[in-house]
């Protein structure tokens, strides 16, 4: 086979899909996705009106908060994320081969 591949408990195939984007323009933020997440895969981040991130948790210059992928090396591959995602910001894609 040429991608990763596995067994679910029950024996049926699984191919795990890693988180590869997250849609900031339609993320709001909600952190439902972080709460999933038991990898530390995802980081809530401050964006100012021009859409650029601002690193400094309490800038005045914060419009709103998006996820973002902090650590993708730690990914599983589960999809959790997106299954909780409200406004399916989520993009996953299998390791290629």
């Known amino acids: 086979m040429s991608t990763l591949s596995g067994l679910t408990f029950g024996k049926l195939d699984w191919i795990p899909k890693f ?4 849609d900031a323009s339609k993320c709001i933020g909600c952190g439902r996705c972080f709460k999933a997440c038991g990898q530390n895969v995802l ?3 401050g964006m100012n009106e ?9 800038d005045d ?12 090396a730690q ?5 959790a ?5 409200p406004k399916n ?9």
């Open 43 to 45: 980081k809530l981040m």
């Open 61 to 72: 210059e914060i419009e709103r908060q998006v996820m973002t992928i902090f650590n993708q």
């Open 19 to 22: 988180v590869t984007a997250i």
């Open 50 to 58: 021009d859409g650029e991130f601002v690193e400094d948790a309490e």
């Open 89 to 97: 910001c989520y993009t996953h894609e299998p390791l290629p081969a």
């Open 75 to 79: 990914c599983i591959g589960c999809e």
């Open 81 to 85: 994320c997106a299954r909780l995602c």
